[in-house]
């Protein structure tokens, strides 16, 4: 039987609460939530809806304060890193 998966903001606390735990400094490198303004004007300038994960994984944490390594696979990324690598995106296409 399959599990279901668990809310982005639970998973993120669990997250969160054993890096304070067991990582501080990496809990530490974790920005603070995203301000829902700047998603939906991320979204508004893309001209495209984020997936709700996103958004909710956004409000939990916008990406990361600095350079780091605090869970496997690439760092996750703020609302204004998306913006840039979809406008840099756009630069090339033309």
Do not use: K
């Not at 990496?26 to 984020?50: C, H, I, K, T, W």
Request: net charge negative; glycine share 6%.
């Amino acid at each position: 039987m399959n599990s279901p998966v668990p809310p982005v903001r639970s998973s993120w606390d669990r997250i969160d609460g054993w890096l304070r735990e067991h990582a501080p400094t990496s809990y530490e490198n974790l920005a603070r939530p995203a301000d829902a303004g700047a998603v939906e004007a991320a979204q508004a300038e893309m001209g495209l809806r984020f997936p709700a994960d996103l958004v909710d994984s956004l409000l939990c944490h916008d990406g990361l304060l600095r350079w780091g390594s605090v869970l496997p696979g690439p760092p996750p990324q703020s609302v204004a890193q998306i913006v840039a690598h979809w406008r840099d995106a756009q630069r090339d296409r033309r």
